[in-house]
């Protein structure tokens, strides 16, 4: 593992991807990416494969013995099986973690119960196509025990198919049990999973990836800059409660001081453009302005609060 995924660093947080030491970048705690998926995907692809290798082998027995039995016992067994098929595999897992707790085991063992009805319907179909070949006939004819037609021609035609099977249940067992853990009825806190570890930093994505350069500029990415300090609160005339000197260096460039501006605006606007028809065929061009002529700066150690109720919204942005 490169790093240590627990440990913190604020003077990492939320570093881009390719950052030199952090491939994957850092989330808001200043903790390695790459590391903590590392370690998520660890846990992630244990609880996808071993409910269902638990659950192959157990659903491949009870359908193998239903199909090959038939009869009454099919019925029966069956039809408790129906029982348990009819739920939803999500609704199922849930209400199993629920009643059971949270925790690997209790995962671990919800996951396959969820899993065990769809594999036995499966062995006991392909089951009961193959008791009824030539080649079960005669080996029964023989004198052949039921055990060993069972070993020797039954298990080996029949095996194929259900696993393969099972194998496409492995994806869907890895995002029930990040379910499970996004609803707090899967791993513990301190056993992260592959969803838990992207939990914290999920919302830096969508600005840092999914708008781009083309948005930066929405009033709705200048919502909450968050800083290590807090800058003085304004009362109703404008002071700010205990004051402290503002003052800006003339030469902007990074001085390494406290004063340097991390952000600069000037004459901020956004208007949305909109088109209304009237009583006749005349169109009228109207205009929403969001934003019109906003100016601020954000100095090093200073947090901006945006407040979008409509009694606020003729007056400048505060600091808080």
Not at 261 to 290: C, N, Q, S, W, Y
């Amino acid at each position: 593992m490169p790093q240590d995924p627990f440990a913190t660093s604020m003077l990492k947080r939320l570093k881009p991807i390719g950052t030199e030491g952090l491939p994957l970048g850092s989330d808001e705690l200043g903790r390695d990416l790459l590391s903590r998926l590392i370690l998520g995907a660890r846990l992630s692809l244990f609880m996808g494969i071993a409910p269902v290798i638990i659950a192959f082998v157990i659903g491949s027995a009870i359908g193998i013995f239903a199909g090959y039995v038939g009869g009454w016992a099919n019925s029966l067994i069956m039809r408790c099986i129906d029982v348990l098929y009819a739920f939803p595999s999500v609704l199922l897992a849930i209400a199993l973690s629920g009643a059971l707790g949270a925790g690997i085991v209790n995962a671990l063992v919800s996951l396959t119960v969820v899993f065990i009805p769809q594999i036995a319907r499966i062995a006991e179909s392909v089951t009961t196509g193959v008791r009824r070949s030539d080649y079960v006939d005669a080996a029964r004819a023989s004198g052949a025990s039921a055990l060993l037609i069972v070993r020797r021609h039954v298990l080996g035609n029949v095996i194929g198919p259900i696993f393969v099977y099972a194998t496409g249940l492995i994806s869907v067992s890895m995002i029930l049990a990040s379910g499970l853990s996004f609803l707090g009825l899967g791993v513990k806190r301190r056993s992260r999973s592959g969803a838990d570890a992207q939990h914290p930093a999920h919302r830096h994505l969508h600005p840092a990836l999914g708008r781009g350069a083309a948005g930066r500029d929405d009033l709705h990415h200048l919502g909450v800059l968050q800083h290590a300090g807090r800058r003085p609160a304004l009362g109703d005339g404008g002071q700010a409660m205990n004051p402290t000197p503002q003052v800006l260096p003339k030469d902007r460039r990074d001085l390494g001081g406290p004063r340097q501006p991390l952000l600069i605006v000037r004459d901020l606007k956004k208007h949305f453009p909109l088109k209304k028809t009237g009583f006749g065929l005349r169109r009228e061009r109207l205009a929403v302005r969001a934003v019109d002529g906003v100016s601020f700066e954000i100095l090093k150690g200073e947090t901006l609060a945006w407040s979008a109720s409509p009694a606020a919204a003729s007056r400048p942005p505060r600091a808080c």
